[in-house]
């Protein structure tokens, strides 16, 4: 029977926490991006002293939005959360560059007929994802600081010279 739960428990996927390499952040999270499509920007503390700021939470998914038709979904927080999270571990000052945070159905069935490498049922359709780049890092170095946190999925796309993070299953891939 022991046996059986094991396997019963080690086949349940582990999902996005990357609250643990937040807590030696201190009380506050902070995200700072920029956007390659629309050249807008944020830089936001968007968690105080245990709780989120809902204001914050709301720059963000305005910032987040698909930029090809402006349409909006609420951000995950534990979205924000990892990306924060790696880009502590990074030690960098540098904002990342957003390349696709929310992804409407109509922009990801577009994107869909262009690419093998978009997925049907993207987490970028739940804004539970985001496509990512930074100047003084490599995406190898960018890869390894989001698998660090053990948080959600991590996709390394050389081609195109970005990461994908995600809150959902733990899981990597090269694209």
């Known amino acids: 029977m022991r046996g059986f739960a094991a396997i ?3 086949a349940t ?3 996005a926490n990357a609250a ?4 030696g952040a201190g009380d506050i999270r902070r995200i700072n991006m ?3 499509r629309t050249g807008e920007s944020i830089d936001t503390i968007y968690w ?3 709780e989120y700021i809902p204001e914050a939470l709301k720059e963000i998914t305005y910032f987040f939005r698909d930029w090809r038709n402006s349409k909006i979904k609420a951000v995950d927080a534990r979205t924000v959360d990892i990306l924060a999270a790696s ?6 000052d540098e904002p990342y560059m957003l390349l696709s945070g929310y992804r409407s159905p109509e922009t990801n ?8 490498g978009v997925a049907k049922n993207s987490l970028h359709l739940q804004a539970q994802a985001a496509d990512l780049r930074l100047k003084s890092r490599s995406i190898q170095q960018m890869a390894a600081a989001a698998k660090s946190c053990s ?3 991590v996709g390394t796309y050389r081609g195109s010279n970005f990461v994908h993070m995600d809150c959902g299953p733990v899981r990597t891939w090269n694209g």
């Open 8 to 10: 019963t428990l080690s």
């Open 13 to 15: 996927p582990v999902y």
């Open 20 to 23: 643990g390499f937040l807590r």
């Open 34 to 36: 920029y956007s390659g």
């Open 48 to 50: 105080i002293e245990g």
């Open 87 to 92: 880009h502590g571990l990074m030690d960098v």
């Open 109 to 116: 069935a577009m994107l869909r007929s262009r690419s093998r």
């Open 151 to 153: 948080a959600g999925g």
